[in-house]
């Protein structure tokens, strides 16, 4: 049984080979004008891919899809005090490129829900108090998680001064 099984795999995997072959074969598509090169299988061995010669690839490939965006400062460690946030609250910050603007990167997801304001502003430190809602008990929620920017407009540009994150 289970060899009939692999066999029949086998061959299925063969014939679909066999047909992507003949289907980037030199005629090109119906209609006598090549459509779009995408990338062949090779008949020789089956799964594998010859890429096929196209436009260069644009400026864009290899930026990075998450983290901290292009044209945004991120704010020092050594200027981050979190120590009165507990464990698993957010901790990452950038700047705006003019300073004026703070912005706490969080995950949400399900209930839980994060919001953040500005505190105090002295002339050393910024206070930015970091709220966390979890889910109430026994509520379902769904299962996601979605990455959050909270701007937090500063009367000031940032500058040296420490930013001090505490619960609130």
Known sequence: MRTT?????????????????ANSGAGGPAGGSPGPETPTTSASVPGT?????????SPTVGRPTQGIAPGDDVVAETQV???GLPEGYPRSLTRSLDGQTLILQAEEGGCRRISAR?????AQQVLVLV?????PKGQLCPDYI???????????????RTV???QG
Do not use: F, N, S, Y
């Open 131 to 135: 709220t966390v809602l979890p889910a």
């Open 164 to 166: 001090v994150l505490r």
């Open 118 to 122: 500005v505190g105090e502003q002295a």
């Open 81 to 83: 005090d979190a120590r």
């Open 5 to 21: 099984v692999k066999l029949l795999g086998a061959g299925l995997l063969l014939l679909t080979a066999t047909a992507c072959a």
């Open 49 to 57: 891919v010859t890429p096929t010669l196209g436009p260069p690839p």
């Open 146 to 160: 979605r990455e959050i920017k909270i701007p937090l407009a500063l009367a000031e540009p940032l500058g040296t």
